[in-house]
């Protein structure tokens, strides 16, 4: 039973444009959520990250919104660039003490 | 060492044989995870490590899958008598967890090869 969901396996956008990945969780007790980027043949890098005291952090092109009420999160990328084409996992933790989720990745391409 | 360090980072192997596969972690971090990445799959939890406390091992699919870590430093994961559905890249990820909400840092990976 999933409980990080990401329901789009890829996505492609065009240089400069935004691009939007979701993920949706189904367990209440998550309280921090991870964003990670991976390229092929090397390990997942730590992108960014949102406490659910928040709904919203951002840091450079990247912007993580959190609606808690509808269990969902959004990775926005503007503007989005060709080096950002790569597989990206959205992750969950309850406690500071619990493990990771992860999800099951969307790969985003952008294309010049 | 500056990264989460894995070894070896291919290993081939025949159906049946016993494989070991190893991490070191960061200096220092008290959390360490194992992932398992099937060809287009997702990040696949395996087994987690939290200083003293008893590993949670919900993750390991069959008890030919078994996890070691001697004291908050180097992990082995082992699979015994593998299997064609075993071939993955197997991730390691430690994390200092401080009581507040620290990121994971991951290895390269195994990649793991069961002709």
């Known amino acids: 039973d999933q409980q990080v969901k990401q329901n789009s396996p890829s996505l492609s956008v065009q240089e400069g444009r935004i691009s939007i990945l979701n993920c949706d969780y189904t367990?209440?007790?998550?309280?921090?959520f991870l964003w990670y980027k991976k390229y092929p043949a090397e390990g997942p890098t730590f992108l960014i990250s949102?406490?659910?005291?928040?709904d919203k952090n951002e840091d450079g092109r990247f912007t993580v919104f959190l609606n808690k009420s509808a269990k969902h999160l959004s990775l926005h990328i503007v503007p989005s660039q060709p080096g950002d084409s790569a597989v990206y996992f959205c992750a969950a933790r309850g406690t500071s003490y619990d493990k990771v989720i992860f999800g099951p990745g969307t790969s985003l391409s952008v294309i010049p | 060492g500056a990264g989460v360090s894995q070894s070896p980072s291919n290993k081939v192997t025949e159906k049946g044989k016993d494989v070991e596969l190893r991490c070191d972690p960061i200096?220092?971090?008290?959390?360490l995870y194992w992932y398992r990445q099937r060809l287009g799959q997702g990040l696949e939890f395996l087994i987690y490590f939290q200083g003293n406390s008893a590993p949670d091992k919900s993750g390991l699919p069959s008890d030919r899958f078994s996890a070691e870590r001697t004291g908050e430093s180097v992990s082995t994961l082992t699979i015994q008598r593998t299997q064609q559905e075993d071939s993955a890249v197997y991730l390691c990820a430690s994390s200092p967890i401080r009581g507040g909400n620290e990121k994971l840092f991951f290895g390269s990976g195994t990649q793991l090869s069961v002709l």
């Open positions: 367990n209440s007790m998550f309280d921090y």
């Open positions: 949102i406490s659910s005291i928040k």
């Open positions: 200096s220092g971090h008290t959390a």
